[in-house]
């Protein structure tokens, strides 16, 4: 019962920027954590960076100190600043929340396209 709505995203040339930002919404006192992902193989998700109430963050090793993800004080807000975009950054990329009552990402935004041309 939590709602993210994605923003950000678009056409950029290979070595520009893009940022990303999720907001959730309904049982946010339920959230644990909020991260992106990037489609992948047979629908697979992978993670690209995400953070927990505490600040920790985690980022998927492709990333390679590109990205930098941060939070809102509130925990509601996310937003995944994307620099030196590669053309093998292209996918879609969905926003996830992990809560406490599933522990698991269980939620989804609807996915937003990131294209980087050559």
């Known amino acids: 019962q939590v709602q993210l709505v994605e923003s950000g995203g678009g056409l950029v040339q290979a070595g520009g920027s893009l940022r990303l930002s999720c907001t959730a919404s309904g049982r946010v006192f339920q959230l644990y954590a909020l991260g992106w992902f990037r489609q992948g193989p047979g629908d697979a998700r992978e993670l690209v960076a995400g953070v927990n109430k505490d600040g920790k963050t985690n980022y998927g090793d492709f990333v390679k100190g590109r990205f930098t993800i941060s939070r809102d004080n509130t925990m509601t807000t996310i937003v995944l600043q994307m620099n030196s975009l590669k053309p093998e950054d292209t996918g879609v990329y969905y926003c996830?929340?992990?809560?406490?009552?599933?522990?698991?990402?269980?939620?989804w935004g609807q996915g937003t396209q990131v294209t980087v041309s050559s």
């Open positions: 996830g929340a992990y809560t406490y009552g599933r522990a698991t990402y269980d939620s």
